[in-house]
């Protein structure tokens, strides 16, 4: 099995006296491991950190076995967040979510899609924690427990959507949700749209959203828990008041 993409890194670790072990995530073949070569070395760990773009050339000897692969650097990749710890503590996140999320071998364009805008977003102090969220509800859609906002499970409108079941992931109006409104997540505007606005809580409200599904349909079932990056992130979020 060979072939040869762009593709980000997940993360990495030593392998050897040389080498490491990179887990890579790549649009047309999905979550791959590999084995890099001289990946330990002072020239290459900077490019081996969670985020960072890189041309991959991957062999192995069959689909099963775990294969080797060349990488080649694309652009500034995570040094250039550098002065911003907040937005590489966003990236360590985004890392270890998608890593922990999507099965191996096993292609997800969207989700790269997803991977990439967050990533360039992380320039954009006050834009990223939204597109995060954002970036959580498209991977649960590629994996298909997408939420199902277009409509009021209970009445059926278009309208004033402001909660989603935690069972089903459907919206329901404000009207229809209001006697059960301690039982129903809130449904910040943003996820509805680009063009909302954001209010003080709509960040925290949509991790709240995006993190009680993938709990409950990707993480549970793989009797792990959500990642502790992700909590972390969403701390230092709160410190710097941008939830």
């Not at 760990?45 to 050339?57: E, F, N, W, Y």
């Not at 039982?183 to 606005?197: D, E, M, T, V, Y």
């Not at 991790?207 to 990642?227: C, D, I, K, S, Y």
Request: glycine share 10%; aromatic share 8%.
């Amino acid at each position: 099995m060979e072939f040869h993409e762009e593709a980000f890194v997940l993360s990495a670790r030593s392998h050897g006296d040389t080498g490491a072990l990179v887990d890579l995530l790549t649009e047309s073949h999905g979550r791959h491991a590999a084995y890099v070569a001289g990946g330990a070395s002072r020239r290459m760990k900077p490019h081996l950190q969670p985020g960072a773009r890189v041309i991959v050339d991957y062999r192995a000897r069959t689909s099963d076995h775990l294969g080797s692969a060349r990488l080649e650097p694309v652009g500034e990749g995570p040094s250039a967040l550098f002065d911003d710890p907040l937005a590489l503590t966003g990236l360590s996140a985004a890392a270890a979510v998608a890593q922990g999320a999507l099965p191996e071998r096993e292609a997800h364009a969207g989700a790269f899609l997803a991977f990439e805008a967050l990533m360039g977003a992380f320039a954009i102090p006050h834009v990223w924690p939204a597109i995060f969220v954002r970036f959580e509800a498209g991977l649960l859609e590629d994996l298909g427990f997408g939420l199902d906002l277009g409509s009021c499970a209970v009445t059926g409108t278009l309208d004033d959507l402001v909660w989603v079941s935690p069972r089903t992931g459907r919206a329901v109006s404000a009207e229809a949700g209001r006697p059960y409104a301690d039982k129903l997540l809130k449904l910040p505007p943003f996820i509805l749209g680009a063009q909302a606005g954001l209010a003080d809580g709509d960040v925290l409200d949509g991790f709240a959203l995006t993190g009680h599904f993938l709990e409950q349909f990707v993480f549970n079932p793989q009797n792990r828990p959500l990642p502790p990056a992700r909590d972390w992130m969403i701390d230092k979020l709160g410190e710097a008041r941008r939830l």
